[in-house]
């Protein structure tokens, strides 16, 4: 029996890994093939994979699966290039924390999907609002989880910065910023993936190309092998994406793990 | 003239609630140090020396009361009085030579003198062949090692240490006590070292002041006369045990007040 905490192979971790997605798939075409949920409602893996098949050959799935891709990460480099500089400004100089923090600490709560309609007014129902959807989004969270990153960093490696002769400019160059550099990077990870939930609401309303209006589309035919097929899509891509983020990061910060 | 001069500084932190009382830390202390001099500063816990340090390095202002360096007044941190802290301070994210290397590029040295610098101050701490290690990959002794060769790759007027041993082991406690007085003997540099260990304030110093609990202050000045170079065995001869037992005297009581406080 395993101990509390105690690690395990890493081999037997994959394989409990890829354990769940087969039992999960089991379990579907348990309740899908067996005929205990409707068709209508739920289809079956083979379905789903005939389905996801003709898409990508005969409906040009791949240019909605671009689309959306170029529209999460457009968004999403936006608002890291307004919300990191800021989130560091915010956790270096108190005075502009206190002048930022109380705004930015309410416009994080607003719903990015409820901007929706008053995006689609401002900017037409183009790549502009979709952008826009994901940018507010996600800028108000970087900002904020950057400035506390930034903000508490050692001090005694700032002291220490100090009596080697390192002045303000120096400090935030060669002490904050390179200091909270690995955090920064996992926030920008986990903000990507709420930028996906994003960029999906935003293609359900007023669309016309996309993996979230493929999905609109499939609703209005009853098509739920399209329907799963789409969202299993969005899961991979995530899944790739974060995988590269990781792999990026480890690469970019060996002092992390050394 | 002296090195440097601690004239009248006190030090009162602000009360933590507003109807609190403000606490003294520091009373009253002046004292003279000479150049190429190595003194320690004896204290029980929370007597003050480690704020009177960070006064002197510019981490930290006095209340009352300045500090001289060569006749300067000292108004904030500066590469001229180089600090090694007790918490390993290394930057985690440079190698051993890159963090040798960090307060020359900050004062704008160029490169080919930044890198012979930083491997020669490598070297003579002892740690040649780890100069692209990262600062997690290293031991305590070895991190404190290379807090010591940043430092003093600065070329810096006074070294002021603030119980840099504390966390190490009693052996490699033992032989960095002996690598810095080397080093001392070799750079002749001007050094303030903050402990609370009896037996490392006197192996290391010719002078030992002691402090009060707090608030503190100076409350005796001791002469180590043992001769330089020294060697561990010197911490068995009767010299050294002799002001060993005076140093415990004066300590014990400033301890017993000090837990007296604390339990009251």
Not at chain 1, 82 to 98: D, Q, R
Not at chain 2, 162 to 170: I, K, Q, T
Request: charged share 20%.
């Amino acid at each position: 029996m395993p101990r509390p905490l105690e690690p395990i192979p890493s081999a037997a971790r994959a394989l409990l890994g890829v354990l769940f997605f087969v039992l999960f798939v089991l379990a579907w075409a348990w309740a899908t093939l067996g005929g205990y949920v409707t068709r209508t409602f739920l289809a079956d893996p083979f379905t789903m994979l005939r389905e996801g098949y003709e898409l990508l050959v005969r409906h040009g799935f791949l240019f909605d699966i671009a689309i959306t891709i170029w529209r999460v990460v457009g968004g999403f480099v936006l608002a890291a290039l307004v919300g990191v500089p800021l989130g560091v400004m915010m956790g270096t100089y108190k005075w502009v924390e206190a002048f930022f923090e109380p705004f930015v600490s309410f416009a994080r709560y607003l719903p990015a999907s409820a901007f929706i309609p008053l995006l689609i007014l401002w900017a037409g129902i183009g790549e502009k609002q979709k952008l826009l959807v994901i940018f507010i989004g996600s800028v108000f969270q970087i900002i904020l989880m950057v400035a506390v990153t930034v903000g508490s960093t050692r001090r005694d490696l700032v002291e220490a910065a100090y009596t080697l002769g390192a002045g303000d400019a120096g400090i935030i160059r060669r002490v904050l910023i390179p200091s909270a550099a690995p955090d920064i990077a996992e926030i920008l990870r986990l903000v990507l993936g709420w930028a996906w939930t994003y960029v999906i609401v935003a293609e359900l309303i007023g669309s016309s190309a996309g993996i979230g209006h493929m999905i609109v589309d499939s609703q209005a035919l009853l098509n739920t092998g399209q329907i799963i097929f789409g969202i299993i899509v969005i899961g991979m891509i995530g899944l790739v994406s974060d995988f590269l983020f990781k792999a990026g990061n480890r690469w970019l910060f060996p002092w992390r793990l050394a | 003239m002296s090195k440097l001069r601690i004239d009248g500084v006190t030090r009162t932190f602000a009360p933590s609630r507003k109807d609190g009382t403000p606490t003294l830390a520091l009373q009253p202390t002046t004292f003279d140090v000479a150049d190429n001099d190595f003194i320690t500063i004896l204290g029980p816990s929370g007597c003050g020396k480690s704020t009177l340090l960070r006064i002197i390095a510019g981490l930290d202002r006095a209340t009352e009361g300045r500090v001289l360096l060569d006749g300067e007044q000292v108004t904030g941190p500066g590469p001229e009085r180089g600090m090694v802290f007790q918490s390993y301070t290394l930057f985690p994210w440079l190698t051993v030579i890159d963090n040798i290397a960090f307060g020359l590029r900050e004062r704008g040295i160029p490169e080919a003198r930044r890198t012979g610098l930083s491997h020669d101050w490598c070297a003579r701490v002892g740690l040649a062949g780890f100069e692209r290690h990262y600062p997690k990959q290293l031991s305590g002794g070895m991190q404190q090692r290379t807090a010591i060769a940043r430092v003093l790759a600065n070329d810096p007027k006074i070294m002021l240490l603030d119980e840099p041993f504390g966390a190490l082991d009693n052996q490699t406690r033992s032989l960095m006590q002996e690598t810095l007085l080397d080093i001392w003997q070799r750079e002749t540099k001007t050094v303030l070292f903050v402990t609370h260990d009896i037996e490392e304030s006197i192996f290391l110093a010719s002078r030992v002041l002691v402090m009060s609990a707090r608030p503190g202050r100076i409350k005796a000045e001791v002469r180590v006369d043992l001769p330089y170079p020294r060697h561990y065995t010197l911490k068995t001869s009767p010299e050294f045990s002799a002001l060993k037992a005076r140093l415990t005297e004066e300590i014990r009581a400033e301890a017993m007040l000090a837990a007296r406080v604390q339990t009251h």
